[in-house]
């Protein structure tokens, strides 16, 4: 878990400035005031929103059918993409559907290859702007879990997937917005007694 915590600690310092600068904008009479809600929001209410993300980060497992780094001596990157759509229902909430993947390398050999351990999930999420420019999200759906090499895909089951996030909006306009984003996912499978927790940083698109 400590590559994860490290990671999480890394998104909130990358963005402090850009809150700062932002805020700066909003509330110091940037933009003209045109499509804006009181307060500095976007009104985006009854748009159609979509888009995705792409990240990079760590992946933990606490049981033991499962492992995150089988024979491993190093600590590989994860990767992360992610994607969405959904409406916006309120002035400073959407909901919509949102799939998540996770992969890591677990294992390599010269005879088998690579062997990628991944983590899908679909879910239902609700995303929250708590200023402007800044967002949280939360959702809950169903979790896959598979490895895979270049021979042969083990099936590792089925289970409850939890997912948190927070975004910042580096460019911010009513129909766009290009943003810095850290996820956390976790997986449980085996009747709770495996978990697979996942932890990026990545650039998100989205279009309203």
Request: overall charge negative; aromatic content about 8%; charged content about 10%.
């Amino acid at each position: 878990m400590k590559p994860i915590k490290a990671l999480l600690v890394l998104a909130i310092v990358c963005c402090v400035p850009a809150l700062a600068s932002a805020q700066g904008y909003y509330y110091g009479g940037g933009g003209g005031g045109r499509g804006l809600l009181p307060g500095g929001f976007h009104n985006r209410v009854g748009h159609l929103t979509f888009g995705g993300s792409i990240g990079v980060g760590g992946m933990s497992d606490n049981g033991s059918a499962i492992t995150s780094c089988d024979n491993c001596d190093y600590n590989p990157l994860a990767f992360e993409a992610d994607a969405h759509i959904g409406a916006v229902v309120a002035p400073r909430l959407a909901l919509m559907l949102e799939v998540q993947f996770n992969g890591q390398t677990i294992h390599s050999s010269a005879q088998n290859g690579d062997t990628i351990l991944g983590q899908s999930a679909a879910m239902f999420a609700g995303q929250f702007w708590v200023l402007p420019i800044l967002w949280i999200k939360g959702g809950i759906g169903f979790a896959h879990l598979q490895a895979d090499n270049d021979f042969v895909t083990q099936d590792l089951g089925n289970g409850l997937a939890v997912m948190g996030a927070v975004g910042v909006e580096l460019l911010s306009a009513r129909n766009f917005a290009l943003e810095l984003q850290g996820r956390l996912m976790e997986g449980t499978y085996n009747s709770g007694n495996d978990h697979l927790t996942s932890g990026t940083i990545g650039i998100g698109i989205n279009w309203y």
